[in-house]
Each structure stands twice: as C-alpha cells, then as structure tokens.
C-alpha cells in the first residue's frame, strides 16, 4: 500500500511558477514509476509528466520545456516545477504510482489533488 499527499498548488498570474509537491508514505520501495496527472474541469484525465526507478523522464508535448519532474528518493518526494504557466494549465493536478512501469493504466495509486489556477 503506497499512500499520496500533494501539496503546492495556488493561484498564480500567467508566466508564473509553482513547485507541487507529493510525499510518499508506505511500501514506497515497491514504485516503478511516479507521474502528475491533471484535469480540468469537463476535460479528461491528462498525464503531464512521469519519472521511472532509473530516473527516465517523459512529459506531455503541452508542457515540454516549461515543466521538469523530479524525485527525491531520500524524502520519498516526488516533485513537479512548473515554469511559465499558462492559463490552459489551470486544473486539479494528481499524483500517482506504479508498481508496473509509467504506462497511463498501470497507476494504481493517487493522491486527492492539488488545485492550480493560471489566471491571464
């Protein structure tokens, strides 16, 4: 059992930063892969970014260069720096993990989400 807890989210003006937060507690040393999902409202479930166990890294087209993902495995943390936000990345972002590579189906645990409002 791996339990999530995000943090970091706001109200931010466009081109703006936020550095999200998920802390990991529980059987954290059996995670393949962690990745940040978000979703806005009437929109799907997006993947944003994704860190594998040997620190292989892939980000949807939509953020490249803006957002990095990152993890300190000493404080079980899972990070995302979103730079240069944009009003179109407005929405609730979730942490999750795999136990079985980054595949979007194989995130079998998540975290409630933190909300993150770009305004223009």
């Known amino acids: 059992q791996v339990q999530l807890v995000e943090s970091g989210g706001g109200s931010v003006q466009a081109g703006g930063s936020l550095r999200l937060s998920c802390a990991a507690f529980g059987y954290t040393y059996s995670t393949d892969c962690m990745g940040w999902f978000r979703q806005a409202p009437g929109k799907g479930r997006e993947g944003v970014a994704a860190i594998d166990s040997d620190g292989v890294t892939n980000y949807a087209d939509s953020v490249k260069g803006r957002f990095t993902i990152s993890q300190d495995n000493a404080k079980n943390t899972l990070y995302l720096q979103m730079n240069s936000l944009k009003p179109e990345d407005s929405a609730m972002y979730y942490c999750?993990?795999?136990?079985?590579?980054?595949?979007?189906?194989?995130?079998?645990?998540w975290g409630q989400g933190t909300q993150v409002t770009v305004s223009s």
């Open positions: 999750a993990a795999s136990l079985f590579g980054c595949a979007p189906d194989e995130y079998k645990y």
